[in-house]
């Protein structure tokens, strides 16, 4: 399996996942200004949508969208323990997260990475961030992670997306449960590994 990437963006969700499964797995970065891999690839002919992530498997196919990929790669270790089982009420609740990290959280950040974006556009950006955010504040009340006491290709996703916040200066300060879960997550060996190989950390 072959992962495309940028370093730090949502892609890098997948990297921790398979980071977490203990399989085999390439990666080649993707240049966003001028859509090629590192390989010299076009990648517009890997992925029409243009961004990452996507994944090459091994029949040569291509899987985009992060949500379909974390659940791909979780499924492909059962015993990770990255998802619970297809068809129970706890997959759904999976999906429930990932859905919601994807169009609430994701995309909430996308204007505070958009220089053109006027401030108004900004700041109503990050009002809905700190309502977002809240609730996950309340949903760790008492459990370590997003799912309870074992970590979910969920978590490798809220990281990816919460951890912009070093980038675009969204303030966490408000939400120390949710600072606590990032210094959690963050530790992990295979996050680390992730953020290494993205060049985010030494």
Known sequence: ??????PGACSMASHIALHETGMPFEIEKV??????????????QINP?????????DDGSILTECGAILQYIADQKPGS?????AGTMERYRLQEWLTFIGTEIHKTFSPLFNKAAAEEVKTNARNLLNKRLGYVETQLANKPYLMGDGFSV??????????????????????????EYMARVGARQTVQAAMKAEGLVK
């Open 31 to 44: 240049d966003f200004a001028t859509k090629k891999t590192a390989g010299g690839g076009d990648f517009m």
């Open 154 to 179: 969920a978590d490798a996703y809220l990281f990816t997306v919460v951890n912009w916040s070093n980038f675009t200066g969204f303030d966490l300060s408000q939400f120390p449960r949710l600072r």
């Open 81 to 85: 323990g990255l998802a619970p089982k």
């Open 1 to 6: 399996m072959k992962l495309y990437y940028a």
């Open 49 to 57: 949508k243009g961004y990452v992530p996507a994944v090459r498997l």
